[in-house]
């Protein structure tokens, strides 16, 4: 009677250390993806509500814009927009639909903000709001970015996200040079 099928099997370490490697990349593009499509975020505050006043001047403005008032009136739309973000999650029970939401009419917003032609302080404020609170989902970002994770690296995960769209937005600057 042959029983070498009962040998119990030779463990393969190469197969699991290859395994656990692939995981290991899955896991770092899935939050490189996730935070390099929240680079909108850092483009309306950093770009166009920080430099406002100039961007302003060339559209041709008839007021003199203060980035202070614009940063102001944002972050009111941010703090808003976090808590809007939030309730509407919870609502519709999927932050990816939310971000969703939230990305594609931060996109409106800042294309009607560059678009228009003829802006007064009154609209450029409001649109600065709007712009602000389409940016509000942040916090949503944030709880996604650690629930992609096991609890293992969840804390890990959850603080390099904000670092990992600091560093696509440091140098994405770099880019220039390639073509």
């Given amino acids: 009677m042959n029983l070498a099928c009962l040998k119990p099997l030779k463990r393969?370490?190469?197969?699991?250390?290859?395994?656990?490697?692939?995981?290991?990349?899955?896991?770092?593009?899935?939050?490189?993806?996730?935070?390099?499509?929240?680079?909108?975020?850092?483009?309306?505050?950093?770009i166009l509500i920080t430099f406002c006043s100039t961007l302003l001047e060339e559209m041709g403005a008839t007021f003199e814009a203060k980035s202070s008032t614009a940063i102001a009136f944002a972050y009111i739309g941010i703090t808003v927009g976090d808590l809007a973000s939030g309730l509407l999650?919870?609502?519709?029970?999927?932050?990816?639909?939310?971000?969703?939401?939230?990305?594609?009419?931060?996109?409106?917003?800042?294309?009607?903000?560059?678009?228009t032609a003829d802006l007064s302080e009154t609209w450029f404020l409001t649109i600065t709001l709007i712009m602000g609170f389409f940016t509000g989902y942040w916090a949503v970002f944030i709880t996604t970015a650690s629930e992609l994770f096991g609890t293992n690296i969840r804390a890990t995960a959850t603080t390099s996200a904000p670092n990992f769209v600091r560093v696509i937005r440091n140098t994405a600057h770099l880019f220039k040079y390639c073509i």
Avoid: D
């Fill in 12 to 46: 393969n370490v190469f197969l699991e250390e290859t395994s656990l490697a692939l995981s290991q990349i899955r896991e770092r593009k899935e939050i490189l993806i996730h935070c390099s499509s929240h680079y909108t975020v850092w483009y309306v505050m950093g």
């Fill in 89 to 115: 999650s919870q609502y519709l029970k999927s932050r990816k639909k939310v971000m969703f939401i939230f990305v594609a009419l931060l996109a409106i917003s800042t294309t009607v903000f560059l678009t």
